[in-house]
């Protein structure tokens, strides 16, 4: 019985090539194929005999894709008309809207920060504003994707909302209007005569904007700078090098380019002196740095101008031209690979999401140093290649701690409800907290348990209760960005920052740039992070 069993499987099986025999006319000649013929071939066989239908245009979009998986390069895609838009607004950094960064808590979008000299600001947004109207349609439930596409639109027109804050429901009418994302999100002044800068992207004013943004911190009495370019995704190579030669001297290399075999490779040389040749100088780096990112980071370190301190980045050695097409869309594709001035390579493939976009957050693991390519600095320090820019001072931990991700696991889907708790919680010691640095209390933490077991979404307390130095810095965050805004709630983020303390210290002791590199016995230390 099993044998008949099996037998009549096996025939069932083979019914899709048995199931009639081809008519001459039918048959295909035995001549070769050429690529275009054979693709031609198979084409027509799946739009004439495929078991489910396919319009020409599907066939030949699935095609595309396919064509372009099979390069095994994830950075080179098909851009349709919507992602090619975002693109350019990347590049470009503007776009026409209401200026809100906002995020979803308890089903409501809630402000996060109005950007800075957009037209929310100037009507009086305020972080920590609940929208909950747009138009005459209730928010409720709405996506951060969905508050985005609508608030966006053309230059001048307008768009009505509800906004709750505390007790008041207040109405707002506001004109869209070009935004600016700026490359250099934050300036400040740390104390001992410390600047800082953070670039979070590669548009095409980062270069111009962070000359405006040192030249003033250094009127501020800056001697040493902090460039953190920690979840800096690259952007424009231009730019990159366009960074990197403010602080290099003219001639030196910063990144050479190596397209396919036979091509020559081109190589981009600082044409101008540095603008702030006596600034100690240190760059931050984390697993999202990437691409022009990389490229600023490896010069500086190959030529000793700075030292870099934190994870080993990303590891995106390659660059892309973007080609428009006739659809409306573009091709994205790779034309080079690149290397740091030393010759480093520091590409490895990364894992990418469903929209074919690499992942810049997958805790790439690092080569360890034993077996990296090791390269020598124009001062005579070790350096290394492999995958991404290795730091030469590294702070950071590749694992949450334990009691975090204990923590994490017992929420297990419900980790929005824990940030809605949080921010409640913030809410309500919004009109209390005196001052920036207040700390939080026992009893602030007990009301955000209160509220996770009203819910129904409480953890075990002592889970709760092993991870409190961690939730408690989360509430003393919060707490401070909704009552006192995004440039107090940073300070307070940087005396838990270990990566930046750290670099902070080494520029204290440092009168010169090459300073920086004298109180190291070698060239990587570990540096844990504080709980």
Do not use: C
């Not at 409501?108 to 950007?115: G, H, R, Y």
């Not at 074919?356 to 693991?365: A, I």
């Not at 348990?449 to 409190?468: G, H, I, M, Q, S």
Request: glycine fraction near 10%; aromatic fraction near 6%; hydrophobic fraction near 40%.
């Amino acid at each position: 019985m099993a044998a008949a069993t099996f037998f009549v499987g096996l025939l069932s099986l083979g019914a899709w090539w048995a199931g009639r025999q081809l008519t001459a006319a039918e048959q295909p000649s035995r001549e070769p194929l050429g690529g275009a013929r054979l693709f031609d071939q198979v084409a027509a066989m799946i739009s004439q005999r495929y078991v489910d239908s396919l319009g020409a245009d599907e066939l030949y979009d699935k095609a595309v894709a396919g064509m372009l998986r099979e390069l095994g390069d994830p950075y080179t895609t098909y851009l349709a008309e919507d992602r090619l838009r975002r693109l350019n607004e990347q590049i470009s950094g503007t776009y026409a809207g209401i200026g809100l960064q906002i995020d979803i808590r308890d089903g409501w979008p809630v402000v996060l920060e109005p950007i800075n000299g957009g037209p929310s600001e100037r009507a009086g947004i305020l972080a920590g504003d609940r929208i909950v109207q747009i138009g005459k349609e209730s928010t409720r439930g709405w996506t951060r994707d969905e508050v985005s596409r609508v608030v966006r639109g053309p230059q001048g027109t307008a768009v009505n909302f509800l906004v709750e804050r505390g007790d008041q429901h207040i109405p707002f009418s506001i004109v869209r209007d070009k935004v600016h994302l700026r490359a250099v999100q934050r300036v400040a002044l740390l104390p001992n005569g410390v600047g800082y800068v953070d670039v979070n992207v590669f548009s095409a004013q980062t270069a111009d904007e962070l000359r405006m943004a040192v030249d003033s911190v250094v009127h501020l009495g800056a001697r040493a700078l902090v460039m953190d370019l920690r979840g800096n995704p690259g952007g424009l190579l231009e730019q990159g090098v366009a960074v990197a030669e403010l602080f290099l001297d003219r001639g030196q290399s910063i990144v050479q380019l190596r397209g396919r075999p036979g091509s020559a490779s081109q190589t981009y040389t600082d044409s101008m002196p540095q603008r702030w040749p006596t600034l100690p100088l240190a760059v931050l780096l984390d697993r999202s740095s990437a691409s022009a990112s990389e490229i600023v980071a490896g010069a500086l370190q190959d030529h000793d101008r700075a030292i870099v301190v934190g994870m080993t980045s990303f590891g995106k050695g390659s660059a892309q031209n973007v080609y428009p097409l006739s659809s409306g869309g573009a091709l994205r594709l790779t034309i080079a690979r690149w290397y740091t001035p030393l010759g480093r390579g520091i590409n490895r493939a990364p894992s990418v999401d469903a929209d074919g976009e690499p992942e810049l957050d997958t805790g790439l693991v690092s080569l360890p140093d034993t077996i990296k390519p090791r390269y020598r600095t124009d001062a005579g320090r070790t350096v290394f290649g492999g995958g991404g820019i290795t730091p030469d001072v590294i702070v950071g931990d590749t694992v949450l701690p334990l009691p975090v991700q204990a923590l994490a696991r017992a929420m297990g889907k419900n980790l929005g409800a824990y940030r809605d708790a949080l921010a409640r919680q913030a809410q309500l010691e919004r009109r209390t907290i005196k001052s920036p640095g207040d700390p939080v209390t026992i009893e602030m933490l007990n009301s955000v348990y209160a509220e996770l077991e009203r819910r129904k979404v409480a953890p075990p307390r002592a889970v709760f209760d092993a991870a409190t130095p961690w939730v408690s810095r989360s509430l003393g965050y919060e707490m401070t960005r909704v009552a006192f805004g995004s440039e107090a709630e940073f300070l307070r983020r940087t005396q838990d920052d270990a990566a930046l303390q750290r670099a902070a210290s080494i520029l204290q002791a440092a009168r010169t740039p090459r300073d920086v590199f004298g109180n190291l016995e070698k060239p990587t230390v570990t540096v844990p992070v504080r709980p």
